[in-house]
Every structure is written in C-alpha cells, then in structure tokens.
T-cell receptor, first 117, second 120 residues
Framework: AQTVTQSQPEMSVQEAETVTLSCTYDTSESDYYLFWYKQPPSRQMILVIRQEAYKQQNATENRFSVNFQKAAKSFSLKISDSQLGDAAMYFCAYRSADGAGSYQLTFGKGTKLSVIP | GAGVSQSPSNKVTEKGKDVELRCDPISGHTALYWYRQRLGQGLEFLIYFQGNSAPDKSGLPSDRFSAERTGESVSTLTIQRTQQEDSAVYLC??????????????????FGAGTRLSVL
C-alpha cells in the first residue's frame, strides 16, 4: 500500500515571501500521479497542482510550483509571493496510474500554513 | 450544479442513532467518491461509484456504513448505530469520468464542503 508523509504539521510565512511544504511518499509503482490540495476553513478541498510521475518537468501553476524528485520519492510545493488567501491546510495526495486503486487518492495528514501580514 | 453539494453542512446526533448524509455531484460526472476526515488527519477513502458498475466498498470501516447511488445522480452515505469514533468530516467528490492511467482534466476529483458529523 502507498503512504504519504507530510512532516511539517504547521508552517508560517511572511506575506510576499516564499515557502516550501514538504511531502514524501512510499510506493513500489513506477507510474502514478501526485497532487497538492488546499483546504481553507470552508472545508472544500481545492486542487492546487498536479504532477504525472512519467514527466520529468516540474509542474507550475502561477505562484505554485513543485519540486518532484522521483528517485527520492519527494514532492514539495513552493508558494511564491505568499498572499493572505494562501492560509489553509495543504494536503499532498497520491494516486496510482492503473489497477484496482487507480481512482483512490491517498492523502498525507496535512500542513497548516499561516500567512503573517 | 456548479459544484459538488453536500447536506447537511453540520450534523449533531446521539450515540446509537442512524444518520444519512447526502452528496449531489457535479452534473454529468459519472464517478463519485466518499472520504472521511478525522480531526487533524488526512482524508481516508470510503467508497467509490462509477456509473452503473458495482461500487468499490473496500474503504468502508464497518458494516454500519453503507452508501447508495442511483445512476449518475445523488448519493447517500448512511451510518447506522453511530459511535463517537464516527465523528468526522465526511467529504464527497466527483469526477467527469474515470479513465485508467490518465490524469487528464476528466479525472480530477472535485470536492464538496463536507458534512461535519458530531456524535455525542
């Protein structure tokens, strides 16, 4: 079974600064997908960014980018120019590319990000 | 609808009572998922529906939990004889279609705001 670990329960960042959230995962599969979801106090999970494991190029979405290190099984999220609206819980998630579990998302326990004005 | 809708937003119940949680997926989405989020934890997969196929119930924690979905419409998650450990946020998600081996926009899971269940 796959596991996802987020080692930072809480992080804080000054507004306009950059912060990196860590995520590692354990899998024996070679093809899979990784995601970062944001959960604000409203509870609704919002997809921030996704990465296909077969792609070497790191995904980027505006101020959000990832550092995907497949060999190290690491998938960190970098938020540039942090804004107050970025304050939320951030969850790293894994999904198999194929097979019986290819629709389930396996989540880490989350990192609570605070943005300091 | 515009997004995944869940009701009620909050539910308080007494231990031993049955509860029913509702999820209305995005119109046209064939796949529907239920997850449970305990306090301070990530989401745990509960059950998955895809069209008219048999659901994958492998994540249901006990036989007190059941879920139904008729076609590609509303789903209900029922918890019988609730226990205090059932207290959690129950989140529903839907996706347009499940295509094995793809992370295209069609397979992205869109979440509702969840139902916070408190069992006293």
């Amino acid at each position: 079974a796959q596991t996802v670990t987020q080692s930072q329960p809480e992080m804080s960042v000054q507004e306009a600064e950059t912060v990196t959230l860590s995520c590692t995962y354990d899998t024996s599969e070679s093809d899979y997908y990784l995601f970062w979801y944001k959960q604000p106090p409203s509870r609704q999970m919002i997809l921030v960014i996704r990465q296909e494991a077969y792609k070497q190029q790191n995904a980027t979405e505006n101020r959000f980018s990832v550092n995907f290190q497949k060999a190290a099984k690491s998938f960190s999220l970098k938020i540039s120019d942090s804004q107050l609206g970025d304050a939320a819980m951030y969850f790293c998630a894994y999904r198999s590319a194929d097979g019986a579990g290819s629709y389930q998302l396996t989540f880490g326990k989350g990192t609570k990000l605070s943005v300091i004005p | 609808g515009a997004g995944v809708s869940q009701s009620p937003s909050n539910k308080v119940t007494e231990k031993g009572k049955d509860v029913e949680l509702r999820c209305d997926p995005i119109s046209g989405h064939t796949a529907l998922y239920w997850y449970r989020q305990r306090l301070g934890q990530g989401l745990e997969f509960l059950i998955y529906f895809q069209g008219n196929s048999a659901p994958d119930k492998s994540g249901l924690p006990s036989d007190r939990f059941s879920a139904e979905r008729t076609g590609e419409s509303v789903s209900t998650l029922t918890i019988q004889r609730t226990q205090q450990e059932d207290s959690a946020v129950y989140l529903c998600a839907s996706s347009l279609v499940r295509i094995s081996g793809t992370s295209s926009a069609k397979n992205i899971q869109y979440f509702g705001a969840g139902t916070r269940l408190s069992v006293l």
